[in-house]
């Protein structure tokens, strides 16, 4: 079981949180998309081998949405932020040449 | 109202061997270096790309064809899947692309040559509140109209099938029902493989292991080869077939794809007497068992929350099945778990599978089976083959293109599919 910092109340169990995926995408204005973009922003979502900036909620706890780099192949978990705060850099490790700044 | 004819009737524990199995050859396939050319290449030597190769020899009569695989055959999610096969899917698209599939299972190891424990044993899908059945037996009329085998079971029918498992009203998710597909089974996984392999070498195709792909040779948007770990390999048309790191393989290729990687895990008891004469599946509960020719419980159980690459879960994943399946036959509270393993599985936003042209001239997708496309190996190949020789795809997989998830026309199987296998 993952053990997540939750930026509010500390280190929990990951059965405390939900997943969100891919962390970072914007809202867009449906209108000033075309077909295709729009079909991506609904569909697509980053899924890298090596470390990806995610999105979690703490729904056992604060309830509230944070993001979290995290490692896909070894599980090792970087540092968590806040939305809409400077996000931190990729921890320099393994699989860092796949990762998704 | 059920076939168990061929089988142990319900309720015996028979001290029951398990029948010897039948010997291998010395080699089932050619080992070869890879040529400098193919006409087709396959990346991963899973089922289906096992199948899709063995299909373009075969319906095609293509001869110049590799498959590249970076493991070993059948080392992905093949060999790591519980293996129920089924096609009492939704929608039509579904019903019709998994029903072929199952066809083809019937008559498979006459074609093949090769025996690989295809057992259909029935497959048994519970429900366990109003609304489950009533999606249940939605599913059920929908499959009828299809003209899909599909029964439905009070409990106490489900109980005569299933003798061991518990119908009291008063568990936390009792047992409302079931439908109940007759030809739905399992079968050996990595002999399926195997026998696709040995019957695909046979027609002249060449199956290389140890070699990733690591990159296209791509120009004016047309692929003309991959390179590889240990070198170029030039081809006039290439298939991904690459289950779990497809989104890796559609990035280097130049084209992103609605997939995420997520863990599936399973799990097996030692090899115990017969209890067990068909698949029960459960989605509300996630337990899905059946008992294996051995005498092994195989169990799936849930995906975790988040992508991962590393063929491995989280235990409490296993807990919470093992939870369930123990309210559901009490009588497996005695077995022990002998060992648990996960594979990485390729998720679409509706469950469905991806099948057929991408972005890039010549270069083709076979991906999005996520936890259930074990069943599909068979006709997934087929369709995958007819579409890779003739450039376009068949009627069966023309609504799982790439496309729908443009056009918005998706065919949402979580209800049929969900966790469940
Ligand atoms: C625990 C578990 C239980 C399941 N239970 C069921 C079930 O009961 N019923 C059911 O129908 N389905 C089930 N499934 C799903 C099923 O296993 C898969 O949908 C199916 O086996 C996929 O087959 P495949 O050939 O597409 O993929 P795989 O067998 O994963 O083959 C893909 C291959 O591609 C190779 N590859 C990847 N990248 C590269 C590269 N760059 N170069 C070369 N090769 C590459 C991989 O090494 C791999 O061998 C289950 C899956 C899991 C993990
Ligand atoms: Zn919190």
């Known amino acids: 079981m993952l053990h997540i910092p939750c930026p509010h109340c500390g280190l929990r169990n990951e059965t405390e949180f939900h997943y969100g995926a891919e962390a970072g995408v914007a809202y867009p204005d449906p209108n000033a998309l075309t077909d295709i973009e729009w079909a991506k922003f609904l569909h697509i979502r980053a899924n890298p081998k090596g470390w990806l900036a995610e999105r979690w909620v703490h729904f056992a706890g604060c309830g509230r949405w944070f993001n979290l780099w995290r490692n896909t192949i070894t599980h090792e978990i970087g540092p968590a932020y806040l939305p809409f705060t400077q996000q931190p850099k990729a921890p320099d490790n393994i699989g860092k040449e796949d990762s998704k700044a | ?421």
């Open chain 2, 1 to 421: 109202m059920t076939n168990t004819e061929n089988i142990l009737a319900p309720g015996t524990i028979g001290r029951r061997r398990a029948a010897p199995l039948p010997e291998q050859p010395p080699q089932l396939w050619k080992s070869v270096t890879p040529k400098k050319a193919y006409d087709v290449i396959i990346v991963g030597g899973g089922g289906h790309g096992l199948a899709t190769a063995y299909y373009l020899a075969k319906n095609h009569g293509l001869n110049n064809i590799a498959v590249i695989e970076k493991g070993w055959l059948a080392g992905g999610n093949t060999a790591r899947n519980t293996t129920i096969i089924r096609s009492n899917y939704l929608w039509d698209e579904s019903a019709a692309i998994y029903e072929h599939s199952l066809k083809l299972w019937e008559t498979l190891e006459e074609d093949l040559g090769y025996e690989m424990f295809f057992s259909q044993r029935g497959v048994l899908t519970l429900a366990h509140s109003v609304s489950d059945v009533r999606s249940k037996r939605r599913n059920f009329f929908a499959n009828a109209l299809n003209g899909i085998d599909s029964e439905w079971l009070t409990p106490e029918e489900v109980k005569k099938l299933v003798p061991i498992i518990n119908i009291s009203p008063d568990v936390r998710y009792p047992v409302h029902g079931a439908t109940y597909q007759p030809r739905g089974g399992i079968a050996k996984h990595d002999w399926v493989a195997w026998g696709y392999a040995k019957a695909a070498s046979d027609l002249g195709v060449d199956i290389i292991q140890g070699t990733e792909v690591t990159g296209f040779d791509i120009r004016n948007n047309k692929v003309h080869g991959v390179q590889t770990s240990r070198g170029s390999i030039a081809a006039d048309k290439v298939g991904l077939v690459a289950a779990g790191h497809s989104s890796i393989l559609a990035n280097l290729a130049g084209f992103s794809i609605p997939i995420q990687s997520r863990p599936l895990q399973a799990l097996v008891s030692p090899l115990l007497e017969q209890v067990l004469n068909t698949v029960v599946m459960s989605g509300a509960v996630h337990v899905y068992v059946s008992q294996a020719h051995k005498g092994e419980l195989v169990m799936g159980a849930g995906t975790d929350a988040f992508n991962s690459y590393a063929q491995r879960g989280g235990f409490h994943v296993i807990e919470h099945q093992l939870a369930a399946a123990l309210e559901l036959f009490p009588i497996f509270s005695r077995a022990q778990v002998l060992r648990t393993w996960g594979g990485i599985v390729d998720i679409a936003p509706d469950a469905s599978p991806i099948i057929g042209l991408t972005p890039v001239e010549n270069l083709f997708i076979n991906t999005g089976w996520g936890t259930g496309g074990f069943k599909a190996t068979p006709g997934s190949g087929w369709v995958m083959a007819y579409t890779m020789a003739n450039g376009t795809p068949h009627a069966l997989n023309q609504p799982f293109a790439l496309e729908r998830f443009l056009t918005g026309h998706l065919i949402d199987e979580h209800g049929a599919a969900g966790v469940a296998h």
